[in-house]
């Protein structure tokens, strides 16, 4: 059985301070991303990762992709309180089914 | 014009009822699923459909039955209700087998069993 493991579930910090969630496994994906989720509302997507090693970046937002492909992770620089939310990462399992794999998500909030 | 777009939002119903919760998308993907999101944030696919054909069913009690009678349009019915099923429901799409391309999601039913 695929399993993600998101640390930390919980992240409360001031405006201005940077931040790290990580997301990882024992099982190879075929993809990784990364999604936010605000209250009463669906998840969004923010970035898809393929290739291991690969680094993408979102303004303020950093994604990272294991070498190995098993591990992701999410740096923020200077939070703002508009980057409060729940950021859940997911991995795309083998076959074609589209099947994602969930983390059990990390819940943000950004004080002013 | 909302992508994904799920009826109910709420859903209040008590034991042992039936309801059923629609999921229509405008964005001509080829894949639908549904997740369950417990009361932790957890989410978890329950089913998915191809062009109308079942391609995941992921130990889900029999009383959920999906019916998908096109493309862009999946829905679920649930017989019986329990308490236990009390969560929010969401419907998502995607082009065939792509799930490197990402899900979009809909904005989620929030079903309260009393």
């Known amino acids: 059985t695929q399993l993600l493991k998101q640390s930390p579930q919980f992240l409360s910090i001031q405006e201005g301070e940077n931040l790290t969630v990580y997301c990882n496994s024992s099982?190879?994906?075929?993809?990784l991303q990364w999604y936010r989720q605000e209250p009463g509302e669906g998840p969004v997507l923010l970035v898809t990762?393929?290739?291991?090693?690969e680094v993408k970046k979102l303004k303020r937002l950093t994604f990272q992709f294991g070498d190995a492909r098993k591990d992701s992770s999410l740096h923020i620089t200077a939070a703002q309180p508009g980057d409060t939310g729940l950021y859940l990462c997911?991995?795309?399992?083998?076959?074609?089914?589209?099947?994602?794999?969930f983390g059990q998500g990390t819940t943000l909030q950004v004080k002013p | 014009d909302t992508a994904v777009s799920q009826t109910p939002k709420y859903l209040v119903t008590q034991m042992g009822n039936d309801k059923s919760i629609k999921c229509e998308q405008n964005?001509?993907?080829?894949?639908m699923y549904w997740y369950k999101q417990d009361s932790k944030k957890f989410l978890k696919i329950m089913f998915s459909?191809?062009?109308?054909?079942?391609?995941i069913n992921e130990t889900v009690p029999n009383r959920f039955s999906p019916k998908s009678p096109d493309k862009a349009h999946l829905n679920l019915h649930i017989n019986s209700l329990e308490l236990g099923d009390s969560a929010v429901y969401f419907c998502?799409?995607?082009?065939?087998?792509?799930?490197?391309?990402?899900?979009?999601f809909g904005s989620g039913t929030r079903l309260t069993v009393v």
């Open positions: 998502a799409s995607s082009p065939w087998g792509q799930s490197a391309g990402g899900y979009t």
């Open positions: 099982s190879v994906f075929s993809s």
């Open positions: 990762v393929v290739t291991g090693g």
């Open positions: 997911a991995g795309g399992s083998s076959g074609n089914t589209g099947k994602l794999i």
């Open positions: 964005l001509g993907h080829d894949t």
């Open positions: 459909y191809n062009n109308k054909e079942l391609i």
